[in-house]
């Protein structure tokens, strides 16, 4: 009875951290925080075909939606002017970057999935090995059969306690790893709507970091933890 309360502790904290980290991902994978509708609307605004896209009004969008789109958008602005080679690898990385971030708790997900079965069963040898044992050393004219049966069904409960933690997990991280690429295959799209936005400048025009947002309202002094890109000559 001992050995099955501790087994069955030990599943229901397996699955409570399971749990804890679906609701974690499904709270950071919202489309707001991946790719917020506002970021999209109003870069499609300023990226018409009327050729009046401004990188510095692209960027300070971007600064107002804080979302990985937003920073894949803002390390390809810090390109701008630069060889159209060197901006596409920018934006690999960046999007790698990104997708990294987002995958990392799914591949936990993917670890208990694997894991889990391995500790049910791993319980349940060592409850056949110890249940086999404590036959052997019951008195003569005793019921092994019983003793038997008891210690196979809690070495099988470790198996069902395992399960119950690898299903859930693998079908989350399924689900979330599914969303990630459908996400990012947005993305994907609205970088290559701005990518002929971004050409026009190549050779034209540099950008680099400031602290400050003068555009804004602010000095041109003040200091800001933001970064906006500032136009050189």
Not at 165 to 192: C, N, T, W
């Amino acid at each position: 009875a001992d050995a099955h309360a501790a087994d069955s502790a030990e599943g229901s904290y397996r699955l409570l951290l399971v749990v804890t980290i679906v609701i974690e991902r499904a709270l950071a994978l919202r489309r707001d925080r991946i790719l917020p509708d506002g970021l999209v609307q109003d870069l499609g605004q300023i990226g018409g075909s009327q050729g009046n896209f401004d990188p510095r009004e692209a960027y300070r969008i971007c600064q107002r939606y804080p979302s990985a789109a937003s920073n894949v958008v803002r390390s390809m602005l810090l390109k701008v002017g630069r060889p159209h080679s060197e901006v596409e690898h920018t934006v690999a990385e960046a999007s790698e970057r990104e997708a990294d971030r987002l995958y990392a708790n799914v591949r936990w997900l993917n670890l208990a999935a694997a894991v889990a079965p391995l500790f049910g069963l791993l319980g349940t040898v060592w409850g056949m090995i110890d249940a086999f044992h404590r036959t052997t050393q019951l008195m003569p004219g005793q019921n092994k059969a019983d003793q038997l049966a008891t210690g196979i069904y809690i070495a099988l409960v470790t198996t069902f306690g395992g399960l119950m933690v690898a299903i859930p997990a693998a079908i989350s991280a399924h689900y979330f790893e599914g969303r990630i690429q459908k996400l990012f295959h947005h993305i994907d799209e609205m970088l290559f709507n701005l990518l002929p936005q971004i050409e026009r400048y190549e050779g034209r025009v540099r950008f680099s970091r400031h602290m400050g947002e003068s555009r804004q309202g602010n000095s041109p002094d003040r200091s800001s933890t933001e970064e906006s890109p500032a136009k050189m000559g």
